[in-house]
């Protein structure tokens, strides 16, 4: 990924994030994203950035108490699925690195 085309996703983040916490202002969000951003200065493997400091940004919004709301397709799934995805998430996010490893080689637990 080159240099401008990670600057348009990082935008793209700071959009998407300003809009599912409305309770932060867009500045926040911007700097929030920029933190995380710095935090993976240095990674050779650019790729994947724009999605590793959403991820990451998104999970400090929650912390901080801003309530999200959903937007485009999540608007249609009721309160209680919202609840439930979300807990999901984070159960995945608390397994440590090489437990979500083998999630993602198709190893469901199992072995």
């Known amino acids: 990924m080159h240099i401008e085309e990670e600057a348009q996703a990082l935008d793209r983040v700071v959009d998407r994030l300003a809009e599912r916490f409305p ?3 867009r500045e926040q969000v911007a700097a929030i994203v ?3 951003h710095l935090e993976l200065e240095g990674n050779p493997i650019r790729d994947f950035v724009p999605v590793l400091v959403e991820h990451e940004a998104r999970e400090r919004l929650r912390a ?3 309530a999200p709301i959903r937007v485009g397709a999540d608007a249609a799934v009721d309160i209680a699925d ?3 995805l979300e807990a999901a ?6 397994l440590d690195p090489a437990q ?4 993602l080689n198709g190893d469901l637990g199992g072995s």
């Open 89 to 94: 998430e984070r159960r995945r996010d608390e």
């Open 34 to 36: 920029a933190e995380e």
């Open 100 to 103: 979500r490893l083998g999630l």
């Open 64 to 66: 901080s108490g801003a």
């Open 23 to 25: 309770s932060v202002t």
């Open 82 to 84: 919202a609840d439930r």
